[in-house]
């Protein structure tokens, strides 16, 4: 197999109150979350340049769908630092699991937070 542009094509973040998390990624995020109904479940779109290419993902209501703190780890764009979404995160309604961390020079930074749903999730910014 060739190596392909991008590891991952597509992140599903699970969520049992969908307004609720609606809203708290809307309020650390500066946008009104993108939704619609696919089958029976409820989905809402993290933004993305249409034309980028680029990996893009949702949170989402519906059977099987099941916030944990456990299991794989979401990596999201924290812009050009992360600290900007870090310091909206409590206020929003979640809480800072790790605070910004240096990883390399060359990598950038990380942190994890808990969204309003239990899911860990992390974010990543070159600065």
């Known amino acids: 197999m060739k190596a392909p542009k991008n590891a991952i094509v597509w992140v599903e973040v699970p ?5 609720r998390a609606k809203d708290f990624y809307s309020r650390i995020f500066d946008f009104e979350m993108p939704e ?4 029976q479940n409820r989905m ?3 933004l993305m340049e249409k034309d980028a290419e680029g990996v893009g993902g949702a949170i989402v209501q519906g059977e099987g769908y099941i916030p944990s703190k456990l299991g794989n780890r979401v990596y999201l764009n924290g812009g050009d630092d992360l600290t ?4 909206k995160i409590d ?9 910004k961390t240096h990883i390399t020079d060359e990598i950038g930074y990380y942190a994890v937070f808990e969204d309003t749903e239990g899911n860990h999730i992390c974010l990543h910014s070159k600065k």
């Open 15 to 19: 969520v049992l109150n969908f307004d």
């Open 36 to 39: 619609m109904k696919m089958g």
């Open 44 to 46: 809402g779109f993290f």
């Open 84 to 87: 900007e979404i870090l310091d």
């Open 91 to 99: 206020v929003a309604g979640g809480k800072v699991i790790l605070g």
